[in-house]
């Protein structure tokens, strides 16, 4: 293989840590050639050489347990492969809960888990303290036990897989900076370096803290930021040996695990500090930084008495490196949104060498088939927002987000740092009657009202919040009279031009040739069939569509779109998010009140289901839609922003007649659920398809040109057999709290887990979704004739499954 500096290349990936030789690598596996290599100074410089090493699978999220599940597996066999020793000791690893809560959480956590094969198995105190008898154990309330979890040396594990790599064929250049990202219309084409430009037909950004700074480069938003990240080596302790299980003691913020003899005490501080805000030496190359130990001091002290003996030990190594987290504290990976053929693997939080086998085995299939071998939304790229890429709200952020993974996750839990970045014209007049906010997209959003005297704020736990009787009371106003909620955040764009018509056409399953004024519900929907999109698309007039779709998805929505317009195609999409306010105004009594205050006719005649209207309300006209995302009859209200206020007055003022209550986000997703209406992202996404969501009634099988994804779903359809298909499940005992992600049994054996889950008031039992799986077909029988349980914590929990939904199953409320 040439040495010689290329000049071309199939693929040049940024970055010699652990990610970057990883992509490599996994590029190299699947027969990939010309692969080239570029790092600034030498393999593993940046980060990789001083991790921990930790290997642990217990993840947040499915998609992560198995990037590290898969890490674990691949860094076993990868010294045998390569002939590179990676350090690599299976010593297993113990989780302390000291808290009830904590415990509760591990118990749900851990049973997840095994959903995804991680075998591990709940264990006493005294068992933790033969494992560990150095230990001080006494106020441990659960602990878990991961017996295949361990660790690695990270610089001889990047090492292995860039050796791998070469093996394969990979080109590596150290001492190579890359200065500038080359495009051409939309697609990238190459980089430019201090030592010759190299044209490319990807480039992927591995950059590590870096990767915010190559993004700009190429204008490609990559929100994360380097903290300072702390852990500490003792002198020598009698007793200490090498296959002592790691130990993770989050009530203590902390981690502890050998080395040669020794204990290393890792930090994950509640309240950490950003570093690096002036910009990353232009030198830094296996440095540590400036450490602030009286800012640690007391987390130090904190994290010791786990171990009390290192009280009694010096310390031999005080460490600071910095490490790069993002504002959700997930993966930025991915295609760029913005910019063709280029890819983003950075901001691993923490967690790059323990997921970065894994990482790298998705990126190259992402690359190589233009589609990720799993759903990874809670880590794709496409989720991250360009208003994110601001110095004051990452530094801001961060503070929180270093230390959330070692925090309590309970259900509903708020960011507290970097909030208000987007309020709604109504903020102040939400804020007056009790709103109690959370945040979406940067959007702070009334998720429940409190009650006079009671405050606005969270009482976090597993089981009943402080707000369970207001969401019970706001649900039961929706069902019984009229709720009134504020849903502004949501995105929203105009698709506009004569095209228009046969862009959505081919973009969205469902048929957009109809009339003007007509309401269609709609999935978008990738090659594979899967399911990129939900949502409603009205027709405005001959050429103009409104597309509707849940705040979070803003980005990846406006790409899809754009990202269909052929070239000669007259057809533009504009973000109107923030130009209109949404009042969604549902129940019974929703006519009676918006004929009070319309100028126009609202009966069921004039205004049928699934139609858009402009009316007057005061001196005001809006967009009003008849459509529903809680079963009830409803009218979601366009207003432009200039128009919300007196309209909003009005409603309130004239809402009292008719019982109108506001409603926050929770009382929306207690609605839906019972409806079993699904959410994207949670119930749908695009690794399921919209026959196995019981959405193929939303697809146009035979409009003209199809649309994309048909073919894949016409050969699931005729296959004539679906493996697995979305079930809503009620329990039977009114008592437990169901979230999402609880394991399903059908007749005794693990089935699946739980998409979306919500408490039905209506139903009286906590409602969930989830996916039903057989090999061998899941007919209607299949799912009905089962006998289901959900386990929560250790306990399972009887349920009954539904394939029509478990609420008004006609549609008969909303058609009224
Ligand atoms: C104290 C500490 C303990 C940790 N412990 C653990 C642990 O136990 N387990 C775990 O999983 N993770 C741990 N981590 C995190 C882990 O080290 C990182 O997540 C991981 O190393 C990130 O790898 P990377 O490849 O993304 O970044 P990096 O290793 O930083 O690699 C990025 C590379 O890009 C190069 N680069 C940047 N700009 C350019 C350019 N313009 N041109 C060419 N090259 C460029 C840089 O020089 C650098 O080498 C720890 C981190 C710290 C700080």
Redesign the pocket.
């Known amino acids: 293989m040439s040495n010689q500096f290329p000049t071309t290349a199939r693929v040049v990936i ?9 992509i490599a690598y996994h590029l190299a596996q699947l027969g990939w050639k010309d692969i080239v290599l ?19 699978t217990l993840r947040d999220t499915e998609a992560q347990t198995k990037l590290a599940k898969y890490t674990q597996d691949l860094y076993r066999r990868l010294e045998t492969e390569t002939g590179q020793a990676t350090g690599i000791i299976n010593c297993g690893s113990i989780q302390l809960a000291m808290t009830d809560d904590k415990a509760h959480e591990m118990r749900r956590g851990c049973a997840m888990a095994r959903c995804f094969g991680v075998e591990n198995r709940e264990i006493s105190p005294a068992e933790v303290k033969e494992m560990w008898p150095l230990a001080d154990v006494s106020n441990v309330q659960a602990a878990f036990h991961f017996p295949h979890d361990g ?1 690695v040396n ?1 610089a001889d594990v ?1 090492q292995a897989l860039a050796r791998g790599a070469r093996m394969g064929g990979a080109r590596i250049f150290e001492q ?4 500038g990202i080359e495009q051409r219309n939309g697609q990238v084409t190459g980089v430019r ?1 201090d030592r010759g430009d190299i044209q490319a037909e990807f480039v992927v950004n ?6 915010r ?2 993004g700009r ?1 190429a204008g490609v938003n990559v929100p994360l930021q380097a903290c300072e ?3 500490l080596i003792s002198e020598a302790i009698e007793g200490v040996h090498k296959m002592l299980p790691i130990l993770r003691d989050p009530g203590n913020s902390a ?1 502890i695990r050998e080395e040669a003899g020794k204990i290393m005490l ?1 930090f994950f501080e509640p309240v950490a500090k950003p570093w690096g805000m002036d910009g990353i030496p232009e030198d ?2 296996f440095n540590d930084i400036q450490a602030d130990w009286d800012r640690m001091m007391p987390y130090m002290e904190k994290a010791m008495q786990r171990v009390p003996t290192l009280m009694d030990h010096g310390i031999k190594l005080f ?6 987290f993002t504002p959700d504290h997930n993966y930025l990976m991915g295609p760029a949104p913005s910019l063709k053929n280029f890819f983003v ?12 086998g894994g990482v790298g085995m998705v990126m190259a299939r992402w690359i190589a088939e233009g589609q990720a071998p799993m759903d990874m939304w809670s880590v794709d790229l496409r989720r991250a927002h360009r208003w994110q890429d601001n110095d004051l709200y990452l530094k801001d952020r961060m503070v929180e987000s270093l230390g959330i993974g070692y925090q309590d996750h309970w259900p509903f839990r708020q960011w507290t740092t970097a909030r208000g970045v987007k309020k709604s014209i109504l903020h102040d007049r939400l804020a007056a009657v009790g709103a109690c906010f959370g945040e979406s997209a940067g959007w702070e959003r009334p998720n429940w009202y409190a009650k006079p005297g009671q405050k606005p704020e969270y009482e976090y736990s597993w089981g009943r919040q402080n707000w369970f009787d207001n969401n019970a009371e706001e649900h039961r106003a929706v069902r019984e009279a009229v709720g009134v909620f504020e849903q502004t955040s949501f995105s929203k764009f105009l698709v506009q031009g004569r095209d228009a018509e046969r862009v959505l056409n081919r973009t969205a399953t469902a048929n957009m040739s109809v009339p003007v004024g007509r309401i269609v519900y709609t999935q978008f929907l990738n090659e594979h069939g899967g399911i990129e999109a939900d949502l409603t698309v009205t027709r405005l007039a001959e050429d103009r569509y409104l597309v509707v779709a849940a705040a979070f998805t803003h980005e990846h929505i406006e790409h899809l779109i754009n990202k269909r317009i052929p070239a000669d195609a007259c057809c533009v999409v504009t973000d109107v998010s923030g130009s209109w306010s949404m009042l969604n105004v549902q129940g019974p009594n929703s006519r009676a009140l918006l004929q009070k205050l319309a100028q126009d006719d609202m009966s069921n005649e004039a205004f049928p289901f699934g139609r858009a209207r402009e009316i007057r309300i005061g001196y005001q006209t809006l967009l009003a839609l008849r459509l529903t995302y809680v079963g009830e009859l409803g009218w979601e209200l366009y207003v432009p922003t200039a128009f919300t206020l007196p309209v909003y007055d009005a409603l309130v003022e004239a809402g009292a007649e008719f019982g109108l209550r506001h409603c926050g986000y929770h009382t929306l997703n207690s609605l839906r659920i019972e409806k079993a209406y699904r959410e994207w992202a949670h119930d749908i996404g695009p690794h399921d398809t919209p026959l196995e969501a019981g959405l193929g009634f939303a697809c146009a099988w035979d409009k003209p040109g199809g649309f994309v994804g048909r073919d894949a779903l016409l050969r699931q359809r005729d296959a004539g057999r679906l493996e697995r298909r979305l079930v809503q499940f009620v329990l039977e005992n009114p008592e437990p709290l169901l979230y999402h992600d609880e394991p399903i049994y059908r007749d005794g054996v693990m089935n699946g887990y739980t998409t979306s889950a919500m408490y039905g008031h209506t139903l009286g039992a906590a409602v969930a979704m989830g996916y039903v799986t057989n090999e061998g077909g899941v007919s209607d029988d299949y799912i009905l004739e089962g006998r289901y349980e959900i386990e929560i914590g250790n306990e399972r929990h009887a349920a009954r499954a539904s394939i029509a939904p478990l609420y008004d199953p006609k549609s008969a409320r909303i058609r009224a």
């Open positions: 940024i970055g010699g840590g652990v990610i970057g030789s990883s570029l790092e600034r100074k030498q393999l593993t410089c940046g980060t990789t050489w001083h991790a921990a090493g930790l290997l642990t660790r990270p990047a190579t900076k890359v200065l370096t591995c950059a590590g803290m870096w990767a700074e190559v480069m990240h702390y852990y981690y890792g830094f190359c460490f600071c490196g910095p490490e790069s693997a950075a901001g691993m939080n923490s967690l790059g060498i323990l997921s970065g």
